[in-house]
C-alpha cells in the first residue's frame, strides 16, 4: 500500500552536498527530509583519508558522513535509506511529488537534486546481469572479494590506473584492458592496450570476457571472476532532464542542484554548496510563504499556509 509524506523541502541524495544542504535547512527551521537510494555518505565513504577539508588535519570519509548524518538529524531532518527516488512531477503551483521505488510517494514545496555522479557503464547488454555477481565499479569497495582470483579492470582515465595497482596486490593476474588508455602497470599486470571487451559470459556469475583489438583483427577470451569497470563518470541526473528549463531558474520554481551534480569537484566546494543551496531554499520557501498570505490574506485577517 502506498504512503504519503510531506515536507517543504525534500533533498535527494545524501552525500555529502545533500546532508550540507539538509543540515542547514532543518537548522533555519524548515521541515526537510532526505531521501538516499544506498546508505547515507555518498562517495565519501569509501574514502580512507580526507586531508584536504579546512581546519581538520585527517578523517575518514566513513566518519565523516556519520557527522554529517548526525548534524542532519540533529536538526529535525528525516533521513530515508535505501529508496531509490524514480521519479519527480511538478504541478503548475511548483509543488513536487517525488515517487520512490518502494512506492512511496513525498510531497514538497521545493526539491533539491543532490544525487552527484554515478560511473559510466560499458554499454554491453549483458553488464546489469552480472552487477553484484562479478561486475564492480569499485576496486576499493570489493576488490577483497576476489582475493587470488583473476581480474580484469577495464577503462582509462581518472581512478584506472589507482583501480589496476590496488587489485594487482591481491588478485591474481590482473588483466588490465584499456580501449585507448596507457597505463604504466607491475608484474602481475597482463596487458590489453587498444582492446575492448564485446561480450560477457558465465552461468549466472561471471566467469569469462570475449575481446577483440581495435583493428578487429584479433580476438582473445580471458577467464576472470571479476570485472572492474572504469569507464568515467556521468552526472546522475535522469530526475533532471524534464525540468532542465526550470532548473535553470531555482529563485521562482523551487528546483535546486548542488554538489557534485552542479559541478563542484572537492569535497568543500561540495559541502560549501550544500550550504550555500540551504539559504537559497530558505529564501525561497519563506518568499512563497509571504506570497501565498499575500494572495489568501482578506481584508482583516492573513491565513497561515505552512
Ligand atoms: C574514491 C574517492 C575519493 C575522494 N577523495 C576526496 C578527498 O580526499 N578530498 C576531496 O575533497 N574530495 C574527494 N572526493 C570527492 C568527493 O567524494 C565528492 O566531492 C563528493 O562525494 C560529492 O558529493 P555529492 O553529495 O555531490 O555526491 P555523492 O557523494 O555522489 O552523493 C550522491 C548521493 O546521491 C544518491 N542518489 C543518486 N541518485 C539517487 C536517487 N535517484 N534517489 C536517491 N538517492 C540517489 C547516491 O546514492 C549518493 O549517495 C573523492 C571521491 C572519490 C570517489
Given at each position: 500500500m502506498n504512503t504519503a509524506l510531506t515536507a517543504e523541502c525534500i533533498v535527494i541524495g545524501a552525500g555529502p552536498a545533500g546532508l550540507s544542504a539538509a543540515s542547514q535547512i532543518g537548522a533555519r527551521g524548515h521541515s526537510c527530509v532526505i531521501i538516499e537510494a544506498?546508505?547515507?555518505?555518498?562517495?565519501?565513504?569509501?574514502?580512507?583519508?580526507?586531508?584536504?577539508?579546512?581546519?581538520?588535519e585527517a578523517i575518514s570519509g566513513y566518519t565523516l558522513s556519520s557527522v554529517l548524518l548526525k548534524q542532519a538529524q540533529s536538526k529535525n531532518v528525516t533521513v530515508m535509506t535505501?529508496?531509490?527516488?524514480v521519479t519527480l512531477v511538478q504541478d503548475h503551483q511548483n509543488r513536487y511529488t517525488i515517487t520512490l521505488e518502494s512506492g512511496t510517494d513525498l510531497y514538497a514545496q521545493c526539491v533539491v537534486l543532490a544525487t552527484g555522479l554515478r560511473s559510466v557503464n560499458t554499454?554491453?547488454?549483458?553488464?546489469s546481469n552480472y552487477l553484484g555477481k562479478g561486475v564492480s565499479y569499485c576496486a576499493e569497495c570489493?576488490?577483497?572479494?576476489?582475493?587470488?582470483k583473476p581480474v580484469a579492470v577495464y577503462g582509462s582515465g581518472d581512478g584506472f590506473t589507482e583501480a589496476v595497482d590496488l587489485l594487482a596486490s591481491d588478485c591474481k593476474p590482473v588483466y588490465h584492458i584499456s580501449p585507448s588508455g596507457v597505463c604504466s602497470t607491475g608484474d602481475s599486470v597482463s596487458s590489453f592496450e587498444g582492446w575492448h571487451i564485446t561480450a560477457l559470459e558465465g552461468d549466472g556469475i561471471l566467469s569469462a570476457l570475449r575481446l577483440e583489438s581495435q583493428d578487429h583483427k584479433q580476438k582473445r577470451k580471458i577467464e576472470v571472476e571479476g570485472l572492474f569497470v572504469y569507464m568515467g563518470k556521468e552526472p546522475a541526473d535522469e530526475l533532471l532532464k524534464p525540468f532542465l528549463e526550470e532548473a535553470s531558474d531555482p529563485a521562482r520554481t523551487g528546483l535546486f542542484i548542488t554538489g557534485h551534480l552542479a559541478g563542484t569537484e572537492t569535497l568543500v566546494e561540495t559541502c560549501a554548496s550544500g550550504v550555500s543551496t540551504a539559504g537559497q531554499v530558505s529564501g525561497y520557501l519563506n518568499r512563497k510563504v509571504n506570497d501565498l498570505q499575500i494572495l489568501y490574506q482578506g481584508e482583516d485577517e492573513a491565513v497561515h499556509v505552512f
Open positions: 544506498n546508505v547515507s555518505g555518498g562517495h565519501i565513504l569509501i574514502t580512507p583519508e580526507i586531508t584536504d577539508y579546512p581546519g581538520i535505501g529508496d531509490k527516488a554499454g554491453l547488454p549483458e553488464e570489493d576488490g577483497f572479494f576476489f582475493k587470488d
